[in-house]
């Protein structure tokens, strides 16, 4: 089974959409949201690009703000729930199609450029780089890319102690010696530290604004903060957006969002 298979096979069977809605799921998603604004406030910005638009979770709504967006995605199926929740009002045009091969578009077409899932996805250097620099290349100057990565100690630390998988990890020698997770297509997703994260952005021309933890501790302890009330939930994000730009903390969150401006 080839890589676009395996992600196929994943997203037709795997919930993305009630991930994204439920209270854990919705940390990340309020998170990124209020980046997204402040950011295309700054630059008052009209164009918006998302490659990897999964279901639409972020595109959609912001179509229906008035943003003109175009979003990209490889998955078939994840483009049919996308589609079924427009009604005509939004301007969004939806298009199937692969964060590695942006060439449709021409270079600085769009305000900022949301690359929210597909570095997940992305298993080698050359893959990594490619989906970067397509995406700060078809950002105009001066406006920003905002990039998604899963992280790498969560998921030691959870499925691997926690869920009683360590010794299964280190016979596979899906672990190095410094406890980085070596991952393949197989695997679903590619996991970073901060470091990896740092050493990509200086291969293109972008400046970071900022490396945020877009869940926190949210995805530790997710059937609690499933069960919270409105009160304990809404104090929840308080508190977690109060942090989330600690770096002390970042490595630790399930997920961060690299936010980068293009010189």
Request: charged share 25%; with cysteine.
């Amino acid at each position: 089974m080839n890589e676009f298979d395996i992600l196929t096979e994943y997203y037709e069977s795997y919930d993305e959409e009630g991930r994204l809605l439920s209270k854990h799921g919705s940390v990340e998603y309020i998170t990124t949201q209020e980046y997204i604004h402040d950011c295309a406030k700054a630059i008052n910005a009209k164009s918006i690009l998302e490659v990897g638009a999964g279901t639409g979770r972020y595109s959609v709504p912001l179509a229906k703000e008035g943003f003109d967006v175009t979003a990209v995605e490889l998955v078939e199926h994840n483009l049919d729930i996308l589609r079924q929740k427009l009604d005509g009002s939004e301007t969004l045009t939806s298009i199937q199609g692969d964060a590695l091969d942006l060439s449709r578009f021409a270079d600085n077409s769009f305000d900022m450029t949301l690359l929210l899932g597909p570095m997940y996805h992305m298993f080698t250097l050359e893959d990594k780089k490619t989906a970067l620099s397509e995406a700060v290349r078809v950002t105009k100057q001066g406006g920003y890319i905002f990039v998604s990565y899963c992280m790498n100690e969560p998921t030691v630390i959870g499925y691997g102690f926690k869920q009683n998988n360590i010794q299964m990890l280190l016979e596979d020698k899906m672990l190095t010696a410094d406890w980085h997770c070596v991952s393949e297509p197989k695997e679903i997703f590619e996991l970073y530290r901060t470091e990896d994260i740092a050493a990509l952005d200086e291969t293109v021309n972008v400046i970071r604004e900022k490396l945020i933890a877009t869940d926190g501790a949210t995805n530790y302890m997710t059937e609690c903060i499933d069960e919270m009330d409105d009160f304990t939930f809404k104090n929840w994000v308080d508190y977690h957006m109060s942090i989330c730009e600690r770096q002390d903390l970042i490595g630790a969150s399930h997920q961060t969002l690299d936010i980068l401006r293009k010189n």
